[in-house]
């Protein structure tokens, strides 16, 4: 039984690294999306609240983290794409509203 479980932890972990990629393509397309988004907030003269960015701020790290561990901590066999979709999406939700919402001090 140490076996198994010692080959299907390992197999969790190598999908996880594996996974590692999607929430880089994620990042970098909401960060563009969420620079572009700033810029039209600044230039149309809109309301700059720093609030929200350090509100997003704080989830961003947590939307990776949790769901990593939860996928390789769960005993049951469940399709990785359903955990890391969805924190993929989580994960950009939160770094497209960190990334928008940025307010420069200069």
Not at 51 to 59: E, S, T
């Amino acid at each position: 039984a140490i076996v198994n479980v010692s080959k299907l932890f390992i197999v969790k972990i190598v999908i996880t690294v594996l996974s590692l990629p999607l929430f880089i393509l994620v990042g970098a397309g909401v960060v563009v999306d969420g620079l572009v988004q700033r810029d039209l907030r600044r230039f149309g003269g809109a309301h700059e609240q720093s609030k929200v960015y350090h509100f997003a701020k704080r989830y961003i790290q947590p939307t990776v983290g949790v769901f990593l561990f939860v996928y390789v901590s769960i005993p049951v066999s469940i399709h990785p794409n359903y955990i890391f979709m969805s924190s993929a999406a989580l994960f950009g939700l939160s770094v497209w509203v960190a990334v928008s919402k940025f307010q420069k001090t200069a």
